[in-house]
Nanobody
């Protein structure tokens, strides 16, 4: 079992920045990949960024150049640094972890990000 707890969401003006954190515990040594998803009202959940065990990050096109995903294994925490935020980034952001043995997806409870003037 892996437990995930997100934090760092809030209200920010367009052009501002936020850093989301996802603290993981439990059998987190078995995590192969960690990802950030988001879900805006009335829309499907979408993948924002991912980082696999070798540390190579990937991003959706709208996040490239603005968002940075990272992991601090010593702190058992994943981050999403979001810069130059836009109103269309408004959503609930979810942390996701994938373990290989067994193959399982884990989710956090989500943290609200609102970009508005």
């Amino acid at each position: 079992q892996v437990q995930l707890v997100e934090s760092g969401g809030g209200l920010v003006q367009p052009g501002g920045s936020l850093r989301l954190s996802c603290a993981h515990s439990g059998s987190s040594g078995n995590i192969y990949a960690m990802r950030w998803y988001r879900q805006a009202p009335g829309k499907q959940r979408e993948l924002v960024a991912a980082i696999i065990s070798d540390g190579i990050p990937t991003y959706r096109d709208s996040a490239k150049g603005r968002f940075t995903i990272s992991r601090d294994n010593a702190k058992n925490t994943m981050y999403l640094q979001m810069n130059n935020l836009k109103p269309e980034d408004t959503a609930v952001y979810y942390c996701n972890a994938v373990t290989v043995t067994p193959l399982t997806n884990y989710w956090g409870q989500g943290t609200q990000v609102t970009v508005s003037s």
